[in-house]
Structure formats: structure tokens, C-alpha cells
């Protein structure tokens, strides 16, 4: 009976074996015959692994092509998990501690803070460790003769973000930095890795999509000797032209801080920044926008401690004042009274106010003029800056017509820069409880008036280009990371308002201005008297709390006008310093201009 159980057991072990065997056979049939060519590539993309391969950021140029935001070559060890030997690793690692200590690239580590910084760093096989990083070139030819025929270890270059003059426009180049969590929400679908780091402010980060370029892809096979195809080239970002002129935005640095200092030894101690812009009166593109003080921007970068007093600093260096700044110009807003009252037939280039020095139209807001001037016309009371004028033309004018023609010439509007920039504030237009007794403060440019060095510059420009406001424009093309193909332009004049006066009208005021530096009497011809190009400007002293700013528009040739500048001293409490820097930029502009000519 036993016999019989067993040869039972074994026939059903036969019987169940063979079945099991059987659909081994028909599921290796099916890995074989049917799917074969499928499991094989699921096989071999086990064995791959996916590399980005960086594309590089475009750079930022002037106008002449010399490098403002530029990328240089820096060189790193790095160590790639797909081809090191990991039995001896740690004999690698410890090698190339020592030769990196003995040649004074970094200090000698232990194997243990290796290999806990490789774990924090999250190396694995798509994530290369960089070993050490901005190796002095001198140094590279020992380190990779060091590590020649070590495998998966390698000397490679790659590109820092760079000033190539530090000092030289950072606020309107901007800088590099990590991703905050709303802005990595939004960029993240573009392909964004959470580590990658984007413009923060200034160009870099209004041409992001540009500047950026595109990483390729490539196939890397586990212990592979060397990179498969790439299978996504990687696509370098463009090239931003700016309309800047690196000569003459170093002259606009200089003379700033060369005329703060100088007002503060003439007794100004409250001065210590300012701004100044200049445009090109055809194309309204700037060739020049200086703030200061200014700060280095490969430091503010790199050193957390040159940032973190550069943030504590009182005289705020960070701080774009030639775009963001919002100041008083005093005088410099009569042009704009003087064109609104031509044109509504408030006044005559001929008519006569007799200034007795105090304007007391308005008891509670007493206007104070400089001089007891006696009778003045347009050209006069413009070049002797004569206050009782122009309260009263502001007056018989009203803040209402007055800012139709503000907003006309660009004054507390926005000039269409591609860059941030603030928007001004309109005496009247902006102010709450407006009284009338106002009027006459806002038709010298007090009261709220207040405007950025942009706007007045593009007022400058506005009224040398015969009443058509342009667009203000930072950037003048964009071409391929080579600099070979020109990809957009942005030079061609847009039209955003015409003032709609009349010529005769214009010349009256531009005349008027003339009058400012070419009349013994005028208040900029004790600069600009002797010059050699005919300037139109106008003088502003304004105040505000503690020492008056001083300021100062013009526009030249005044036959033919090429270029606008608008200066401004904080606390210079006179114009003569920042007349002194538009003489300095105007003086650089022509001498470039003769150059070039020869």
C-alpha cells in the first residue's frame, strides 16, 4: 500500500514539475520570440544613465561689442560615479587631497569629510561630484598629469559668471542667484532643476529666457569608458547687445564721484549720491546711466559679507537711482510750464511778470525767488531761473493743463525702458487735498512733483526731438551665442506720444534754454559759457528735507541734438556740481564723436 502512495507522490510531482516547466518554457518563448527586442531596451535603459549637459548663458555687450556681463573659464576636478573604480576610490580621493593640499588649491581633507560632503552633495550616478572647483590655471597641468589614467576622475572646465568691469553699471546689468520656492513653482514646467540659478534683477532678469539657452541630453552606459552620442545638443543662450557706451558710462561713474566729493568739501556734507542719464535724442537708446555710489558686482556675488554691508550701508549702494530713484528737480520743471503756457496762449514769448522777488498770490504758500529780478520775459525769467515768473504762469495756467503737458513729455509716466524703473509722482495728478495755493510750488517743481533721472533725461530728449516722445530703450539687439547671426533688433525709433505743440513754440523754450548757459546772466553759463558745443539746459535746486538737491537737463548740439543728459546731486544744494557732471559726459561724447570721425 505504501508502494502504491509513493508511486502516486512522485507521478504528481512528475506531472506538477512538468507543468511548471512547460510554462517556463512558453514565458521564455514569449521574453524570446515575442518580446524580445522590448525587454532588451528595458534592459539596457536599467544600464544607461541620462546626463545634462549645460548650455552656456549668453553674455551682455555695449553698443561697440566690448564685454559687460561675460563668461570665463574656470577649471574643476571632477569625479563621475558611472566610471570610478570603487574599490579604490578612497586611494583616489586621498591622492588627490594631497596633490590639490600641496599645491595650495584647497587644505587637506579627510577621507571621512570627502565622503560625507560626496553624501550631502548627492552623488550618484547622473550627479558628478565636483572635488574641487576655480583651480588656478597655473595648477591645472600638474592636477590632470596627476590623475592621468584614473578613471572616471577628470579636469574640466566651465563657465563663471562675470563683470568684466565690476564697478561698471551692476544695477542695470543685475546678478545671478538661487530660486526661491514661488519662483521655482513657476520655471520648473520650463525644465528648471531646483539648483539652477537665474537673473535676480536688471538685464539678467528681464532676458532670462534669452540669456538662458537650452541644456542637451546625452546617454551614458554604466561602466563605459567613454560618452555615448549625445543625443540633445545643447543650445547656448544668446548674446544681449546693450545700448550702453562703456566709455561714457565710466565717465559718468568718474565725474559722479568725483562732484559728490567735491560738493562735500565745498560744504555740502549731506551729499553723498546722485545719478545721472544720458540718451541719444534720434533713437532715445541710453548711452549712459550711472548711480552712486555703485558696488562691485562680482563681489556682491561671491563675498556674503561684502553683500551684507552693502545692504547695512546708510547711502544705500544698492539702490538704482538712476532708474528707481524718485527726486525733486526743483527748477528744471519750468520747460514744461513755459511750453503748457505758450501753447494754451497763457503767455507770450514777450510777456512781462515784474518779480518783486516774493510771490504772495497765495498768502499761505509764499513762492521766494532768488533776486529781485524786475521785469522779465520767457528768455529772462528761463535763464535767470526767475521763480515769481513762473509761479504766476502756473497759476493763470492751472494744474490741470500743467500735467496734460507733464504726461506729454514723459514726466511721471513710464519711459518703456526694458528694465525696472519707477514711475514718478505728478503734483496734482497724484496728490490728495490738492489746494490751489499748490499750484504755484508745482509750477517750479516743488510741491509733489518728483521724478526719476530716467524721466527727466526723456524730458531732455522729448523736447530737443521736437515733441516726440520715444521709447527708451536699454537694448539694441540680440544675436546667437557666436555673435553671428543677429537674431532681433530693437534700435528702430517707437513712437509712444507726440506732444502735438507747435514748432514756434518749441523753439521759444528751446531758445529760452539756450539762454541758461549762453547768457552772462544764466544760471549754467558760469559752466558752460566757454564750451565748445552749444548746450540748451536748465538748472534745479530743490528742496526737500535737510540740504536742497541740485540738478540740472540739457540737451546739445542745440543746432542739431544728439544727445539729452539729466544729472541730479543728492543734498548738492546748488546746480553747479551736477552741471559739472553733464559737462563731463557731453565733453566725453563729442571727443568720441571726433574720433570716430577720423
Known sequence: ????????????????????????????????????????????????????????????????????????????????????DTESLDEVLARLSEVLSKLGVQERRTLAAIHKDMEEKGFSYDTPYVFAEDIPHSAVGAVCESVQGVGGVSVEPYL?????????????????????????????????ALNEQIGKFGVEKAFESVLRGTDGVKIVSRGATSDAAQTVEPRDGETVWLT????????????????????????????ESGAVVMLDTRDFSILAAASYPTFDLNRYGSDGDYYVSLAENKTAPLFDRAFTGVFAWGSAFKPCVALAALERGIITPKTQFVCTRYYDYYPSSVVACMHYHG????RSAMAHSCNWY?????????????????????????????????????????????QEGNTVQAAIGQSDNAFTP?????????????????????????????????????????????????????????????????????TAYGVFGDFPVAVAGKTGTAENAGADHGAFICFAPYDKPEVAVAAILEHGENSVFAQQVARDLLAAYFAEQKRSAH
Request: glycine share 10%.
Open 390 to 434: 513762473f509761479a504766476e504762469a502756473g497759476r493763470r495756467l492751472g494744474i490741470r493743463a500743467m500735467d496734460d503737458f507733464a504726461v506729454r513729455l514723459g514726466l511721471g509716466e513710464p519711459t518703456g525702458v526694458e528694465i525696472g524703473e519707477a514711475d514718478g509722482v505728478l503734483a496734482g495728478r497724484d496728490s490728495a487735498g490738492w
Open 244 to 271: 550702453l557706451d562703456s566709455r561714457l558710462q565710466k565717465c559718468a561713474a568718474d565725474s559722479l564721484q568725483k562732484n559728490i566729493r567735491a560738493a562735500k568739501n565745498a560744504g555740502s556734507g549731506e551729499c
Open 454 to 522: 530716467l524721466q527727466m533725461a526723456t524730458f531732455a530728449a522729448t523736447l530737443a526731438n521736437n515733441g516726440q516722445r520715444m521709447r527708451v530703450h536699454l537694448i539694441s539687439k540680440i544675436t546667437d551665442y557666436a555673435r553671428e547671426e543677429v537674431v532681433s533688433r530693437f534700435d528702430t525709433p517707437e513712437l509712444l506720444a507726440d506732444c502735438g505743440v507747435s514748432e514756434d513754440n518749441l523753439n521759444e523754450v528751446r531758445e529760452a534754454m539756450l539762454a541758461v548757459t549762453q547768457d552772462p546772466g544764466g
Open 375 to 378: 521785469a522779465e520775459n520767457l
Open 1 to 84: 500500500m505504501e508502494r502504491v502512495r509513493s508511486r502516486r507522490f512522485y507521478r504528481l510531482g512528475a506531472a506538477v514539475t512538468g507543468v511548471l516547466f512547460a510554462a517556463f518554457a512558453v514565458r521564455l518563448a514569449d521574453w524570446q520570440l515575442v518580446h524580445g527586442e522590448e525587454y532588451r531596451a528595458a534592459a539596457a535603459r536599467a544600464s544607461q544613465i541620462t546626463v545634462t549637459t549645460k548650455a552656456a548663458r549668453g553674455e551682455m555687450l555695449d553698443r561697440n561689442g566690448s564685454g559687460l556681463a561675460v563668461n570665463q573659464t574656470h577649471w574643476r576636478v571632477t569625479l563621475d560615479k558611472l566610471r570610478l
Open 160 to 192: 563663471v559668471r562675470t563683470a568684466a568691469q565690476p564697478m561698471l553699471a551692476p544695477h542695470l546689468l543685475g546678478m545671478l542667484g538661487a530660486m526661491n520656492e514661488e519662483e521655482y513653482e513657476a520655471l520648473s514646467e520650463r525644465g528648471y
